[in-house]
C-alpha cells in the first residue's frame, strides 16, 4: 500500500509513522486524559483499514484527517487538539517556503504526481522539469498573491479547477487557430529574420513548422493550422518545375511536347508534397518547445475550405500524403513504426467525400484506413457543423476547444488569428452531492458556483488586460494572432468575440444519476441533464452582455484533473456508488465508459449535448481492432456525418520492445494494488519499454498516466 507525500512523491505506507504521532500527542496532555496503548492501536488499525478499502494512494493530509476522526471517536478531545495544533504549526513552517519540496522531488525524479501529470510529457527530460520547476513558483506566486482566497480554496477542495495556474503568473493565453495564410502570403518575422512568401510547397512547409514551434513557446494550449493555406503553393510549385522542366529538355537539343513537360513536372509536384508533408510530420514529432515537449498542434483537412478545382484537387493530394505518412507510423527508438501523438489530424467530412460516388472518396476510405491503424484523423461533419455554426465549418483548437462565430469590421466570418483567454471548470458531482439531492438547493448552489466561476474567469481575463504585444512578437506583431504594433496592448483582442473564454464542466453523468437516481441516458433523466447544460449557457449568455466578452461552455478534457476531482469528492462526501465510487469523473456530457451502449446510439444521445456545448466537445466511440474491418469503420463515419458535429474512434495502438509484440496492452494491479500496464505476452510491466497510445482527453497520450485515468482507461467498454 502506498501514500502520496506533500512533494507528490510515492512512497510505502508506515502504520508505525500514525502511532508515532498519536503517541506526541497523547504524551502532551495531563495522564487521565490520555489514550492507552490499546487505543492508540486501534487508532492506527482503524485509519489502516480505510487506507486499504479506499482503492487508491491517499496523500498525507486525508491520513491525518483520518487521524484526527479517530482521536475524536476515542472523545479524548485535549489529544485531538494538540494533534491538530501540531498539523498547524509544520503548516505555517511549509508555508514559509510552499515550492521547496516539490521542487526537490522534481530534481529527483520521483514525484509520482508530476510523473503521470502529463501523458506527452517525460519528466525526467531536463527541460520538462526546467518547465515544471518554473511552474512550481509560478502556482506558488498564483496562490499566496495573484487569487483571490476564495477562488484558491475552492481549486483545492476541487469545487472548481482553475486550470494552467502553473502558466498564470506569466502573461500568456491558452489556445489558437493561427492565421497561417495570413504569416505565409504576407510574410513574418521569426527571431528577428524577416521570413518572405516562400516560392515552393517545401519551404511553406519549412516555414510553417518554425511558425509551430514558435508559437507552442508563446502560449501553453494547443494550436490549429489548416492545410488549405498550404495548398496554393502547390501551385508555385509546379510552375516554377515547369519551367525547369522545360529548360532542361531544352538544352538536350531533343524535341519534346508541353503534355510531356507537364507530366514530369507533375512526378516533381508529388514528390515534394510528399517531401513537404514528411517535413512537417517529423518536425512536428521531433520538435522540443520550452516546455519540453513536441508542439501541440491539430492539422485540418478541409476540401470545401478551397475554391473547386486545382487548388482544391491539390489540397486533396496534401491530405492524402498526411493520410499515408501517418498509416506507417513513426520509428520508435529500436526501428520500430509506432502511433505518435502528434500532429492531431481532423478530417471534414463533406458531400463530396461521404458517399461511394463523390469525387473525394477514395481519400475517405484512406482516413478510414488511417483511423483503423492510428486512431487519428477525427471527423468533423460539415453538415452538421453548419447547423450549429451559422453555415460555418471549421476546426477547434487544440483538441476540442472551439471558438465563437465572429464577425470582423468588414462583415465577414474569422475564426483563424484567433484564441481562448483560458479555462476554468466547475465540478458539476460537487454541486450535486452538496445539495443531498434537495432539487432547490442544487438550483441555488449552482448559481452561486457559477458566481464563483464568473470571477476565477474575470481573473484570467485581467490577467491579459494590458498585456504589450512584445511579449509574443510572433503572435502579436507579426501575423499569427494580429499585426499589432510595438508596445501596443493586446486588450482590444479581449474584447467584442474576437477572442473567447471557456465556463469548462466536468461530471455531468454522476451528476445526473445522483440527483434523480438515474444515468443522463435514461429517458426520464435526459431532461434534467439538458436543463443542466442550459443553465450553464444561461449564466455565459449573461456574463457576455455583462462584460463584452465570448464566454463560452466547455467540455472540460480532463486528464490529470479527473483523479483530483473524484478523490476531492470522496474525501468530501464519501463513497457513493455509481456517483463517486471510481478514482475518475466522466468527462463533459459523456456516456459513462462503464455503460453498454452501441456505438450509433451513443453518438445520436451525445449529438445533443453538443449542441450546448458550443465552446467545446468532441464524442467518440470505442472500438476494438477494427483494420480487418474498414467497411463499419467507413458506416461509423457516414453515421457521424449525418447525425453529429465531432466524433473520433478509439483504437488501441500498442508495441512491447521487448518481445515484439503489437497488440493491445493490458492493465493489471501490483502487489500493492496499483494500477499497471503490462504486456500479455511476455509479463513486461516495465513502462520504458512499453509504448501504448491511447486517447484520453481528445488527444493521444503515449507517456502513461495517473490511477484516475489508468482506472478509466480499463473500465471502458467496447460500442462497436
Known sequence: MKIIKRSGTEVTYDIEKIINAVRKANMEVVHKERLSEEQIQQIANAVTEVCNETNRSLSVEEIQDLVENQIMDKRAFTVARKYITYRYKRALVRKSNSTDEQILSLLEMNNEEVKQENSNKNPTVNSVQRDYMAGEVSKDITKRFLLPAEVVEDHEKGIIHFHDADYFAQHMHNCCLVNLEDMLQNGTVISGTMIEKPHSFSTACNIATQIIAQIASSQYGGQSISLAHLAPFVQVSREKFRKEVRAELEATGEPFTDKAVDKIAELRVKDEIKKGVQMIQYQVITLMTTNGQAPFVTVFMYLDEVPEGQTRDDLAMITEQVLLQRIQGVKNESGVYITPAFPKLIYVLEEDNINEDGKYWELTKLAAKCTAKRMVPDYISEKKMKELKQGNC???????????????????????????????????????????????????IFDERL???????????????????????????????????????????LFGGYSTISLGYAGLCECTRYMTGKPHTDPDATPFALDVMQHLNDACAKWKAEENIDFSVYGTPLESTTYKFAKSLQKRFGIIEGVTDKNYITNSYHVHVTENIDAFEKLKFESQFQRLSPGGAISYVEVPNMQNNLDAVLSVMKFIYDNIMYAELNTKSDYCQQCGFDGEISIVKDEDGKL??????????????LNVARRTCGYIGTQFWNQGRTQEIQERVLHL
Not at 499497471?676 to 519499454?689: A, L, M, S, V, Y
Open 451 to 493: 458566481d464563483l466561476c464568473k470571477e476565477a474567469l474575470m481573473c484570467r481575463h485581467r490577467r491579459l488586460l494590458g498585456t504589450p504585444s512584445d511579449v509574443a512578437p510572433i503572435l502579436w506583431q507579426y501575423g499569427g494572432l494580429a499585426r499589432l504594433k510595438k508596445g501596443e496592448p493586446i486588450d482590444k483582442l
Open 676 to 689: 499497471i500496464w503490462e504486456c500479455p505476452n511476455c509479463g513486461n510491466r516495465d513502462q520504458n519499454k
Open 394 to 444: 471549421y476546426t477547434c483548437m487544440g483538441c476540442r476547444s472551439f471558438l465563437t462565430v465572429y464577425k470582423d469590421e468588414n462583415d465577414k466570418f474569422k475564426f483563424y488569428g484567433r484564441f481562448n483567454q483560458g479555462v476554468v471548470t466547475l465540478n458539476l458531482v460537487d454541486i450535486a452531492c452538496s445539495s443531498g439531492g434537495d432539487m432547490d438547493k442544487f438550483w441555488r
